[in-house]
């Protein structure tokens, strides 16, 4: 049997349409993470509870030297310091536990009310805390060899005075000691963009976690999430408000407590994904539906913005 020019391209017409057609991979959530205490390491979460503030407890406390809140920028062994939650058999938080490499755990009861509030300044905007005592406080001192004090969030800051949220219509949005924003959300495929254009004797060392996310999410394009508006994720929805600059904490060795002297990766996201000056990677966002986000949920996007 003959088959005609025509018939052979028809054929492949139909095969590319239907190619075309095929369902694609889905954006979805492939790593949760908290941060309970400010600039401290993580806790990877199979689901979280999204409430006011974003993550439940994420940032919920910060490390003070006197009214400062300190980041590892000027404590760069906070990254080290890894904070956990002990549970009663009902399931409730009874203690958060503060864990260090050389030294024992510390407990702190959650049921024990912290002194009365004082108030801190971050990023220019005011809230409360309460300090957690003299205990925890000499516990810290033998990590770090400085009277740091621990202080939980009593009042949260507003988001909307933020100096880089001021001209957007922001109501009724609190924010924990996170620096900005209350959930950032980067992608899998954005960070191996940046990995495979990183210098080679830091592509290695190079994780996603130094870019600090609470939701990451994967089969997406390169820096799609710049872009996304209202979106949501399992029972959850989403504002984006700004793509994230990043600092020099980015650049931190987590084993040499160093400062990479190249400033890398943030000279390459300045090159690749920035204007030069600033570099960005991940988006800020804002809850504005709460409830339960899991690993596998997928992201809804429903509205997109062009932020330069």
Not at 149 to 172: M, V, Y
Not at 197 to 214: A, D, E, M, T
Request: aromatic share 10%; charged share 25%.
């Amino acid at each position: 049997m003959n088959i005609s020019f025509f018939e052979i391209f028809l054929i492949l017409a139909i095969v590319l349409f239907l190619f075309l057609l095929r369902p694609g991979k889905k954006a979805v959530v492939i790593d949760i993470i908290c941060y309970p205490i400010k600039s401290c390491a993580g806790i990877h979460l199979e689901r979280a509870e999204i409430e006011d503030l974003g993550i439940k407890n994420d940032r919920k406390w910060g490390i003070f030297l006197g009214k400062k809140v300190i980041s590892q920028i000027e404590e760069p062994k906070m990254l080290k310091l890894q904070p956990s939650f002990k549970y009663t058999s009902t399931g409730i938080h009874s203690h958060l536990v503060l864990s260090y490499p050389g030294f024992a755990d510390y407990y702190l009861s959650l049921s024990v009310k912290p002194s009365e509030d004082s108030s801190f300044n971050l990023e220019e905007v005011e809230g409360k805390y309460s300090d957690e005592g003299d205990s925890v406080a000499e516990w810290l001192l033998g990590v770090f060899g400085k009277p740091y004090r621990l202080g939980q969030l009593s009042k949260p800051r507003d988001l909307s005075k933020l100096s880089c949220f001021k001209e957007q219509n922001i109501k009724n949005q609190g924010l924990s000691f996170a620096s900005e924003g209350q959930i950032l959300i980067t992608t899998f495929e954005s960070f191996e963009d940046v990995k495979v254009n990183v210098p080679l004797q830091i592509r290695n060392k190079l994780n996603i976690q130094c870019f600090r996310p609470n939701i990451v999410i994967k089969h997406t394009n390169n820096y799609e999430e710049d872009k996304w508006g209202n979106f949501s994720i399992g029972e959850c929805e989403f504002e984006g408000l700004k793509k994230c600059d990043r600092c020099r904490m980015t650049t931190l060795d987590s084993e040499s407590f160093e400062f990479d002297p190249s400033c890398e990766p943030l000279n390459t996201l300045r090159k690749m994904h920035g204007d030069g000056i600033k570099g960005y990677f991940g988006l800020l966002a804002m809850r504005t539906k709460n409830g339960l986000v899991r690993v596998g949920d997928k992201v809804k996007v429903s509205s997109r913005v062009d932020r330069k």
